[in-house]
């Protein structure tokens, strides 16, 4: 187990810089997931930890050591790709024999370790078959017996779900987060599925264009996000942004004047579906679309604002399409950006028009 | 009224109903007829390498000395192409798997027989004399009373032996040299790669004949003329370029995803190279080294111009001389050699037609 540091690590391909300066700290035994949408950086900075890649400058270090220049098949970290990799010409225990094989190990402790790893991901009966014969997720917990197998100080985890079906997808994240605490393993879960992240990881990273763009719980980067894009990229069905005029304690959106509190100047408002109801007063419109969520109903409502998200709890449609609505909100759940720096302004309210 | 329209927005005309079962009826003739022009296509384009192929057995196995006997290959059409036309319409009748069983194994048994009546008296295996006699040319001449002038030919195991050695280690070589050289290629960013791998084409457009006389030269000055090791060299020189490619189109399809494991799992890049991506160009692997082998074992231009001592003659060579010096007496004999020289390549062929199947140039499996 390991206590992860990035230090002003840069990454060049050529002239393309992929990760500019990048800070960062994962504590011993921490499940953290790295966010973002693809061409991140996420994935280089994997394989950075992995050892695949060399950054082109800074320091990354392994429980205060820098581990730089250590080579992949030295550092001790178990990876599970995207694909699973698995090795389709060796059989399962083959697979997971695979990283004992360079160690110097009796043949009865690494098939005893084999078969412990395989018990332990439920993959035991499946040991003589070849990947090629599994289906995806029996791949999947291989893939993982293989990662786990060699007890690495460090697990890597490339968007291991992605390719899975939706109902395997849970199951599967529920097993991955137990294994985790029950071994303790500092692991770090790279994503772009922000579901994913939210589930699992104790702490998420958002990355965009190489950069931190916020660090924190999953609850933190879903209730106050510090920017607009994450924001726009934390949350489904996706959060409703009002572009406006702020002056003089009122908000204007085209002739719609909604109450203001804060600082003047263009802003952007940010309301998360289910914050929105339908109510007696506030912003009118028209509902344009019913999406039935089976739980929820997404309306879909034409504004003079745009199209708005509105989620409501239950499964009979109260409301039909073209029929006129008011959208109202309480304040608190307002999240005001500065439309010029994108950040959240922490401060600001903003309230339904009357 | 505007006319309907069909869903392709053209106007069809209400007054004229469709006939399906005409349409259906066209489409039934249209299949069947593609199907006769095409089995009709393949039967054209093969003939003429069936042909020989059939000529050369058949001669081998029943051809005299002296005689120019053509009655026997008349007789084996005679068994052969009604045998071959009821196998197939046996396939085609036959309703269930019972009956197609059947009618092949009735169908065999009479062709059997009649093969054994109609051919069987002329078969014999005396043109097979040189496996044995080494001097047989000699043997043969004095059967039609020519008793001088004999090429002095070395023992076809002789001759067999060179052949296996050059195909055998020209193909050692090339599968060593091109697995390293294209892994790298597929892998590895470095100067002037691109240009490596549009070089590597280019090698192989040029006629190679016209490199016959300053190789020929080239060997000589070196010392390897008339050395089978300086024919190896060339040999694998010429192949190299194309057996790079192919491997490469392999390589190209191996995830890296698989070799990144085996780095993260402990292995070295030797490790992984060895334990993870060579196993998954296997076929690509055998399908190099069979082609480079036959390459090998066909080899002519080059054997005949580099090669002078008869103790260094090629299957090619020999089957050359043989035909030189006694094709005018017994071309049974030198069907005899040639059936006996294609042997090898045949059981190659079968042998890892499974593999071949599967590859097309790029790798990319069919």
Redesign the interface.
């Known amino acids: 187990m390991a206590k992860v540091e990035f230090r002003h690590v840069v990454k060049r391909f050529g002239d393309v810089e992929v990760i500019p300066d990048l800070n960062l700290t994962i504590e011993d035994g921490e499940f953290v997931a790295l966010l973002g949408p693809s061409g991140c950086g996420k994935s280089t900075s994997l394989?950075i930890l992995?050892?695949?890649y060399l950054p082109s400058g800074g320091e990354l270090l392994f429980d205060g050591r820098v581990v730089n220049e250590v080579e992949?098949?030295?550092?001790?970290?178990?990876?599970v790709?995207?694909?699973y990799?698995l090795?389709?010409?060796m059989t399962v225990r083959d697979n997971v024999l695979?990283?004992l094989?360079?160690?110097r190990m009796p043949r009865e402790e690494a098939l005893a370790r084999v078969a412990a790893a395989g018990n332990l991901v439920q993959v035991t009966e499946l040991l003589d078959r070849r990947p090629g014969e599994l289906s995806g997720g029996q791949q999947q917990r291989v893939a993982l017996a293989?990662a786990l197998v060699?007890e690495p100080q460090l697990l890597l985890l490339d968007e291991p779900l992605s390719n899975l079906d939706a109902t395997l997808r849970l199951t599967m994240r529920t097993e991955i987060k137990s294994l985790q605490k029950k071994l303790g393993v500092t692991t770090v879960l790279v994503t772009h599925d922000q579901i994913e992240a939210t589930t699992m990881a104790d702490r998420i990273i958002c990355l965009r264009a190489g950069r931190i763009e916020q660090i924190g719980q999953p609850d933190d980067l879903y209730r106050r996000p510090q920017s607009l894009f994450i924001a726009g990229f934390i949350g489904s069905p996706p959060i409703n942004m009002i572009s406006g005029e702020a002056r003089d304690g009122v908000m204007c959106v085209g002739s719609v004047v909604f109450p203001f509190e804060g600082a003047p100047g263009a802003v952007t408002v940010g309301l998360r579906p289910e914050h929105l109801r339908f109510t007696g007063s506030g912003l009118s419109g028209r509902i344009a679309q019913l999406e039935p969520m089976g739980r929820e109903i997404l309306y879909v409502v034409d504004t003079v604002a745009g199209y708005l998200r509105v989620l409501e709890h239950g499964s009979i449609a109260a409301h039909a399409v073209g029929e006129p609505v008011r959208i109202g909100f309480s304040p608190d759940d307002s999240l005001v950006f500065d439309t010029a720096c994108q950040t959240l302004v922490a401060a600001a309210r903003v309230g339904p028009p009357a | 009224m505007a006319a309907p329209l069909t869903f392709n927005g053209i106007h069809s005309s209400p007054t004229a109903p469709v006939d399906w079962d005409r349409m259906a009826a066209r489409a039934r003739s249209m299949r069947r007829s593609k199907a006769v022009a095409l089995y009709a296509f393949l039967i054209a384009v093969s003939l003429p390498i069936i042909l020989p192929y059939f000529w050369l057995v058949t001669i081998a196995f029943s051809a005299r000395t002296g005689v120019a006997d053509t009655v026997v290959l008349w007789r084996s059409v005679a068994v052969l192409a009604p045998a071959v036309i009821a196998f197939w319409l046996a396939a085609v009748l036959a309703r269930n798997r019972r009956q197609l069983w059947l009618g092949l194994t009735a169908i065999a048994l009479a062709a059997t027989a009649a093969f054994a009546w109609l051919v069987g008296p002329d078969l014999h295996l005396r043109n097979f004399i040189f496996l044995v006699e080494p001097d047989f040319a000699s043997v043969v001449r004095s059967r039609v009373g020519a008793v001088h002038g004999a090429i002095q030919f070395p023992s076809v195991w002789r001759a067999f032996g060179n052949s296996l050695l050059i195909a055998g280690s020209q193909t050692i070589v090339v599968l060593t040299v091109a697995s390293l050289a294209a892994y790298y290629l597929s892998r590895f960013q470095f100067p002037a790669r691109a240009a490596m791998l549009r070089s590597l084409l280019i090698l192989h457009a040029f006629p190679v004949l016209t490199l016959i006389v300053p190789m020929f030269l080239m060997l000589y000055w070196i010392g390897l003329l008339d050395t089978l090791f300086g024919v190896i060299c060339v040999l694998v020189a010429f192949e190299l370029p194309f057996a790079i490619f192919i491997m490469k189109g392999f390589f190209d399809a191996v995830p890296w995803d698989i070799e990144m494991s085996a780095l993260t799992d402990g292995a070295s890049r030797r490790q992984a190279f060895l334990l993870v991506v060579l196993p998954q160009v296997r076929n690509g692997l055998l399908a190099v080294a069979v082609f480079t082998f036959i390459r090998g074992w066909e080899e002519y231009i080059f054997v005949f111009t580099f090669l002078i001592r008869n103790t260094n003659w090629t299957m090619s060579l020999y089957m050359y001389y043989v035909r030189d010096d006694v094709m005018g007496v017994d071309y049974g004999v030198v069907s005899a050699v040639g059936v006996f020289y294609l042997v090898p390549s045949l059981i190659l062929y079968v042998a890892a037609q499974r593999y071949l199947m599967q590859m097309s140039i790029g790798g990319v499996k069919g």
């Open positions: 394989f992995a050892g695949i992949a098949k030295d550092r001790n970290v178990g990876i790709f995207q694909s990799a090795y389709p010409h695979f990283p094989r360079f160690k293989r060699k």
